[in-house]
């Protein structure tokens, strides 16, 4: 197994250059893989109800929860390590297995006529009983993917991930225009997930046996279990919108909101989850130097928000035009959601950017807290703003987000090392060009593009919103961000800046 990285080799540029490497592979693939994903979603989404995300929202919710529990943490404990034996991987292997097939019986005998019952919905309790069979591909998924992390090898999960996306997008249209109705997105994710646990096995040639005696298995089992723990809490703060909402809203209602929760996150929960699974082991690999952990991290912070912000107050500002492509004119209602939610997915992107270095860093008792405190922030909020219904509960995540976040700084900061301050430069500029961006290109529609085009078809709109708030954020950030724009240019060119270490 390959030793921790050194400072000399930091500073040699060695782990960076494997750092970026694994970015490259993980979120190019990633970046593929969703558009290939996103290209099959929107045509589906033009071809079912509203009503069908509505019902498949309240299965959803309940896989969520139980998700969590799919040992996960097993595995991020062995990407932890500084050295694994192989003995350990048998018994991490076990693990998984008993687990996940604990989980399978559970959900089949209680959990599925429990939700049916819960919901009034008879349908979901056949429903969840299918999708059982996910938990049963979940451990040939996990441990090969968490072996290749431990080494920042992500080339080979990368290719098997864009694969599965062509497989699964061809399976959901196919079932679409079969007119299976909401079993497509029931039966897609099954599919899906049995073709990626034969292909990464295959990929990554895990041929391991797996161990059912966990002598000496303590360390794997206490951190994973911490881990387990704080994702179980993080489930409930991000589910307990819908979980609230499915029991009183109607499923067309549920659907549009689902659906505009949906595209409003997907930067937040595609493209920055990949981005955290390379930094979670690059962390782990600085933890003996503060100092450099501190500094690397505010440099992500700094790029990834300069890339996510304009996305997010862009969306904001053009919502009706860009869901009535995206979605279709059925899906119009959702357009006031998104501009809603779409404000705070900025606040949302930078409270799952602490999510793995507290971790990395041997501490997952002290990022539990984060969770703790949203488990019972987002619940509540989420029971006084479900009464007003669907923009209620998107107000709810605008109320919210910002409390979490605040906590989770609070409560990062000691461990990290970070300067208050500097995370404020690193955050600052890119958000405050975005809202002035996204005003902007809001006034020209009002004023401008609105009383003098009134017929104009909504894809020539939305470029044109598009273009004037590329323009307008690119110009601004040349004078409010120029070091950032040089950074993130660099890092695309796969270029070691010419200050990459802390002062």
């Given amino acids: 197994m390959e030793p921790i990285a050194s400072k000399d080799a930091i500073a040699s540029g060695q782990f960076g250059n494997r750092v970026k490497s694994a970015v490259f592979w993980r979120s190019g693939t990633q970046i593929l893989a969703q558009i290939v994903s996103w290209g099959s979603t929107l045509a589906v989404v033009r071809i079912l109800d509203p009503s069908d995300y509505g019902l498949f929202a309240l299965t959803s919710v309940v896989l969520a929860f139980l998700n969590f529990l799919n040992g996960y943490g097993v595995a991020s404990a062995l990407i932890q390590q500084e050295k694994v034996e192989p003995n350990r991987i048998r018994q991490a292997f076990g693990m998984l297995i008993l687990v996940n097939s604990a989980l399978a019986l559970i959900q089949l005998a209680i959990i599925a ?35 290749m992390s431990r080494q920042l090898e992500f080339q080979r999960p990368a290719i098997v991930n864009l694969l599965v996306a062509l497989f699964a997008a061809a399976t959901l249209l196919a079932l679409a225009l079969g007119g299976w109705g909401v079993w497509t997105l029931v039966v897609t994710p099954i599919a899906a997930f049995w073709c990626r646990a034969i292909a990464l096995m295959i990929a990554t040639r895990f041929w391991v046996i797996p161990s059912f005696n966990f002598k000496g298995a303590w360390n794997i089992v206490s951190f994973g279990g911490l881990m387990l723990l704080s994702q179980g809490f993080f489930i409930i703060q991000s589910q307990a919108d819908v979980f609230i909402a499915g029991r009183f809203f109607s499923n067309h209602d549920l659907g549009i909101y689902t659906q505009a929760l949906f595209i409003t996150q997907l930067i937040a929960t595609k493209f920055v989850p ?45 919502a009706e035009s860009f869901v009535a492509i995206l979605l279709g004119q059925k899906w119009l209602e959702a357009a006031p959601i998104m501009a809603i939610l779409a404000i705070a997915m900025p606040v949302m992107t930078l409270q799952i950017l602490f999510h793995p270095i507290l971790n990395a860093i041997g501490l997952p008792h002290i990022s539990i807290r984060t969770p703790i405190f949203g488990a019972v922030i987002m619940p509540i909020t989420f029971v006084i703003a479900a009464p007003y219904g669907t923009s209620g509960l998107a107000i709810g995540w605008l109320i919210a987000l910002p409390l979490l976040l605040a906590f989770t700084i609070y409560n990062a900061k000691p461990h990290v090392g970070f300067q208050i301050r500097a995370l404020a430069m690193a955050v600052l500029p890119s958000f405050a060009t975005s809202v002035v961006m996204g005003l902007s290109v809001r006034m020209l529609d009002h004023f401008l593009l609105q009383p003098l085009m009134p017929g104009i078809g909504p894809v020539v709109h939305l470029m044109i919103l598009v273009t004037a708030g590329i323009i307008i954020y690119a110009g601004l950030s040349w004078f409010t961000a120029r070091e950032s724009c040089f950074e993130l240019r660099n890092l695309l060119r796969r270029q070691k800046p010419a200050a990459d270490q802390p002062t």
Avoid: H
């Fill in 274 to 318: 990949p981005l955290n699974e390379v930094a979670f082991p690059a962390y782990a690999r600085l933890q003996n130097d503060r100092r450099v952990l501190a500094y690397n991290f505010i440099k992500a912070v700094r790029l990834i928000m300069l890339i996510t912000c304009p996305i997010y107050l862009g969306m904001a500002a053009s």
């Fill in 113 to 147: 006529p429990a939700a049916a019952t819960y919901y009034r919905e008879p349908i979901v309790a056949d429903m969840l009983r299918w999708q059982s069979l996910i938990y049963i591909s979940t451990p040939f998924i996990i441990l090969p993917e968490a072996m």
